[in-house]
């Protein structure tokens, strides 16, 4: 029973060129979060998906930005022409259900974007 | 969302009971109480979820006073592995949007 998988592990960009982050839920789970991390720091709420819809994306910058969580394979984070304070991890969680905050969020390894 | 307060780090030693204490003053009445635990480079991970008195699994116990303005979550008899992040958030079915503060960065020694 695989977990929460994310690809890349480790992402390099330079500035101005696109990063494409995805998210392969637990199986059986419809609801998708996407965080960011700073060194040192706790995780941001970023959006909030379920199966072809965002629920909330008020976490989310609204230049550059975007998530999608369509019918069929994984969730993407899609971060246009990238920055150096875009560096940062970039974690997924998945729940089965919409629970909010009683629901056990599963998470995966994360993403390190590098903007050089 | 009700805001998390947790010392910033704690040592203990291996065997010990570590408890790490988490003030929420402004909890809601039906908010719950959630505790993660993160290794360095990977995804954070339950621990134990409580709304009061006590909830005990075999990882930790949580312990909520009866005013439930602050947790104590319980790690009995720590090792080296235990080294992580402990992270406590407090939200109800409503809230998706968890704030996760800085965390107790919690160092076992040998």
């Known amino acids: 029973n695989a977990g929460v998988m994310q690809n890349p592990r480790h992402l390099v960009r330079r500035r101005g060129q696109e990063a494409r982050l995805r998210c392969s839920p637990m199986?059986?789970?419809?609801?998708v979060y996407w965080y960011r991390q700073l060194p040192e720091e706790g995780l941001k709420f970023m959006v909030y998906l379920q199966k072809e819809n965002i629920i909330d994306e008020s976490g989310m910058p609204k230049e550059r930005f975007s998530a999608e969580f369509p019918k069929e394979g994984p969730s993407i984070l899609r971060i246009q022409q990238v920055v150096r304070g875009d560096s940062a991890a970039y974690f997924c969680?998945?729940?089965?259900?919409?629970?909010?905050?009683?629901?056990?969020?599963?998470f995966g390894p994360g993403t390190r974007l590098t903007v050089l | 969302l009700a805001k998390t307060t947790q010392p910033i780090s704690m040592d203990s030693y291996e065997g010990q009971e570590v408890n790490i204490t988490c003030s929420h003053n402004?909890?809601?009445?039906?908010?719950?109480i959630t505790w993660y635990q993160q290794f360095p480079s990977q995804g954070p991970r339950f621990i134990i979820q409580g709304y009061k008195t006590k909830v005990t699994n075999e990882v930790a116990s949580l312990f909520i006073p009866a005013d439930r303005k602050s947790s104590t979550l319980s790690l009995p008899r720590v090792s080296l592995s235990d080294t992580a992040v402990y992270y406590c958030?407090?939200?109800?079915?409503?809230?998706?949007?968890?704030?996760w503060g800085a965390g107790t960065k919690l160092i076992i020694k040998p």
């Open positions: 969680a998945s729940s089965p259900s919409s629970g909010g905050a009683t629901d056990t969020q599963y």
């Open positions: 199986k059986g789970h419809s609801h």
């Open positions: 402004n909890i809601a009445t039906n908010d719950y």
């Open positions: 958030l407090v939200g109800d079915k409503g809230n998706y949007q968890l704030i």
